[in-house]
């Protein structure tokens, strides 16, 4: 019988580009992916990997056999479900439900929705990894994480597999942080115009948060000036605090800002950023993911009334 924990190996180095990523993502050493992939191709008779510079790509079999699987474990994940939706009732939940969160929500939700069920399911194990939406989303797809929590900022594109149910949480909104003596401070809003020509602090180019700050610009040219890169926002604040630059912060997991700086809205849509959750269709009926999303989802409610 084919070896299954193989098959999600491979599947993992066709999603990661690497053995060493597909080892880091499934918690397991290199050593150990590499060996269950040797075992694969001595089960199948085939080769599976080829060496191709410093890395690896799928031999035509093993691409077709990813393919192939698809569906095998879509069928087992159903079949785990059901065995689980016999249980004797919500204190019985055991089992694994793999996660992926960006930064933000994992401060200003995640910790306290798994610090809750873990009270609640001790024996329901959560494990939690941080991810830029677009990888969450194709780690949920691929089957290597179960639920997964992103953001769609205005028209900043999202694309969603046929295959995964959206589950709208709330709506998030980001301000303008100033430091407390800047000239614009007093402002109760603050359009793009007025911000032309300040020095900012941005994430990284290839982020959501840094598409959406560009898209704040929309027509504004030249704008925004960035001076200064950093994923962490708690350092976009240290930096508007110390007035070397402004920031564009999000709401959510931003905690108390203190006396030094303040934070002002920004006029229209643009600012704000739609949070869902997301799941493969075929775990719909597993109670441990539905504790979970449920969690989650009243947790989001309460967000969205503050």
């Not at 070896?3 to 397991?28: F, H, M, N, P, Q």
């Not at 080829?50 to 691409?63: K, M, Y």
């Not at 399911?121 to 949920?140: G, K, Q, Y």
């Not at 959406?212 to 604040?237: C, K, Q, T, Y």
Request: glycine residues 8%; negative net charge.
């Amino acid at each position: 019988m084919m070896d299954l924990d193989a098959v999600v190996s491979l599947r993992a180095i066709a999603t990661e580009g690497s053995v060493a990523r597909a080892a880091a993502l499934l918690g397991y050493t290199p050593s150990a992916v590499s060996q269950q992939v040797k075992r694969l191709e001595r089960e199948t008779g085939v080769g599976l990997l080829e060496r191709a510079g410093r890395g690896v790509v799928l031999t035509a079999a093993a691409t077709r056999l990813v393919v192939a699987s698809t569906p095998v474990l879509a069928d087992l994940e159903r079949i785990r479900a059901d065995i689980q939706s016999l249980s004797d009732g919500p204190d019985a939940l055991v089992g694994e439900i793999r996660l992926a969160a960006f930064s933000t929500v994992v401060r200003g939700l995640m910790i306290p929705v798994l610090s809750e069920l873990r009270q609640r399911h001790p024996e329901l194990r959560l494990p939690l990894r941080e991810s830029e939406p677009w990888e969450t989303i194709a780690l949920v797809a691929s089957g290597q994480r179960d639920l997964g929590i992103v953001h769609r900022w205005g028209g900043v594109a999202l694309a969603m597999p046929d295959h995964l149910v959206e589950t709208p949480l709330f709506t998030d909104v980001a301000d303008v942080i100033l430091p407390r003596g800047h000239r614009l401070a007093d402002r109760e809003v603050l359009r793009p115009e007025d911000l032309a020509d300040e020095p900012w602090v941005a994430t990284f180019d290839s982020t959501i948060c840094r598409q959406w700050l560009r898209r704040l610009f929309d027509g504004v040219s030249g704008a925004p000036r960035i001076v200064h890169e950093s994923m962490e926002f708690e350092n976009h604040l240290a930096l508007a605090r110390a007035g070397l630059a402004v920031a564009l912060v999000p709401r959510l997991g931003r905690g108390d800002l203190g006396d030094d700086v303040v934070a002002i809205p920004t006029a229209g849509p643009a600012s704000t950023r739609d949070v869902l959750a997301v799941h493969r269709r075929t775990q719909a009926d597993s109670p441990a993911l539905r504790a979970v999303l449920d969690e989650v989802a009243r947790r989001g409610a309460d967000l969205s009334r503050r």
